[in-house]
């Protein structure tokens, strides 16, 4: 018989951690779209971990690789040294990035790689004579990591309430979400004009002193909420009138989320900057990229003196060799299992799935777009108690979600079979289907 496990010293984040030690629920083991609990509980997994399991649990593809990678080469820096899978991995993965965003830039965190496009940008306009460019855009709502700088950029009061004494110079854009958008399956036909406020901020702070736009394509963590058509277009233009650097951060909808490799290809709007995670390894090892343009890159590089580096910037396990074989072991079965175009292929099912819990009692929304979705819940006690409850109501009835706040996340694997869907939408339905 195994011992009691002791809970006192793992602090866990993102967690009522009192809540938790009352009534933990925990995954030991993992398969295809499926988690086990330590008591043989099957819960299938609709949130592919944490959006990063796109390939599905337990690829042996990938645990070889790392294997292999481990015996060869464990760790090495990448201050003035390097490996060569790294070049090799950053090499594969700029054939399925957006075209011209070929540079690629490797940190540890999705939270990392909004830092590091932070800096890259200031970093950018200094090198070509715009120091006074300091100033930030984000959005209300929006959700760009924990570390400074993403707390900076955050739009979720939550994220920024305890730590607005150290924020950066960041001002904000509504969100994109609107009364008349309610139950809207893919990009909302009007709200467009909601990208005038980068126009009037530029306006009122000086389009002249602003860096950068931060927006994820798909707001995800918030609940999926889907630009209007036209949305981001309009961003791209203002920002190309006033110079400014317009950063998608795909953290979420990286590899497949919305069909495309990048909802900046699904979307039709190339950005001067780049940030992923989650997905790049499917949650494997933990790692981020930062891609970014050939014409940027050489801004900063001519800009630097003598044997200096270019970019102060890193960390110790930046293109780590054994996260690198990750990488490279999930992007080959991206390509061959062709997941891609797989999800794109599912989207109407998992959307007919999605949206045929609508007149459920706990549903004021729904919204989703490719293989993720939004589930927005009705009011409970206090704002995010229902989402809690729904959380972890589902995961005893059998099903992993995400929950935001009072909206659940919705986004299985991208090899969910029609069989999955259907059961996830079952749990989902008994779950919000009772009086609350």
Excluded at 223 to 241: E, F, H, M, N, S
Excluded at 367 to 384: E, F, N, V, W
């Amino acid at each position: 018989m195994n011992a009691p496990l002791n809970m006192d010293h793992h602090w866990l984040p993102f967690t009522n951690n009192r809540l938790f030690h009352e009534e933990p629920q925990m995954f030991e083991r993992a398969e295809g779209r499926r988690y086990w609990t330590p008591e043989g509980q099957e819960i299938l997994d609709g949130a592919s971990g944490l959006f990063c399991c796109a390939a599905g649990h337990g690829r042996t593809e990938i645990a070889e690789a790392v294997y292999e990678q481990l015996k060869t080469l464990d760790y090495t820096p990448h201050f003035q040294r390097a490996a060569p899978i790294s070049f090799k991995f950053a090499e594969k993965l700029a054939k399925i990035l957006p075209e011209g965003l070929d540079r690629v830039f490797f940190g540890g965190s999705g939270s990392e790689a909004v830092d590091t496009a932070m800096k890259l940008c200031l970093a950018y306009h200094r090198a070509a004579g715009e120091g006074q460019r300091t100033r930030f855009v984000s959005r209300n709502w929006a959700y760009h990591g924990v570390n400074l700088g993403g707390t900076s950029l955050a739009g979720m009061v939550n994220n920024r309430r305890d730590f607005s004494g150290v924020t950066c110079d960041v001002v904000h854009m509504r969100h994109t979400w609107t009364e008349e958008q309610r139950y809207t399956r893919g990009q909302p036909e009007t709200g467009a004009d909601i990208a005038d406020d980068l126009e009037e901020l530029c306006r009122t702070y000086g389009g002249e002193t602003i860096a950068a736009v931060f927006v994820e394509p798909i707001a995800g963590s918030v609940g999926t909420i889907v630009p209007p058509k036209g949305y981001l277009q309009k961003l791209r233009a203002t920002c190309d009138k006033y110079g400014i650097l317009l950063v998608f951060d795909e953290v979420i909808t990286g590899f497949g989320r919305t069909g495309s490799a990048f909802a900046s290809q699904e979307f039709g709007v190339t950005p001067d900057v780049m940030t992923m995670a989650k997905a790049l390894t499917n949650g494997c090892v933990p790692m981020s990229a930062v891609a970014t343009t050939s014409a940027i890159q050489d801004v900063v590089y001519k800009a630097a003196n003598g044997d200096r580096p270019e970019f102060f910037h890193g960390y110790t396990y930046s293109a780590h060799p054994v996260a690198c074989a990750a990488g490279i072991a999930t992007l080959d079965i991206y390509e061959r299992d062709g997941l891609f175009a797989r999800a794109k292929a599912m989207s109407d099912t998992f959307l007919d799935a999605v949206f045929s819990l609508r007149n459920l009692p706990n549903v004021s929304d729904l919204r989703g777009y490719g293989m993720m979705s939004g589930i927005q819940l009705t009011p409970g006690a206090a704002p995010g108690a229902k989402g809690s409850w729904a959380q972890r109501e589902l995961f005893k009835a059998g099903l992993h979600l995400k929950a935001t706040g009072d909206a659940l996340i919705f986004a299985p694997a991208l090899t969910v079979t029609e069989e999955e869907i259907a059961a996830m939408t079952d749990i989902l339905r008994s779950v919000l289907g009772r009086s609350v």
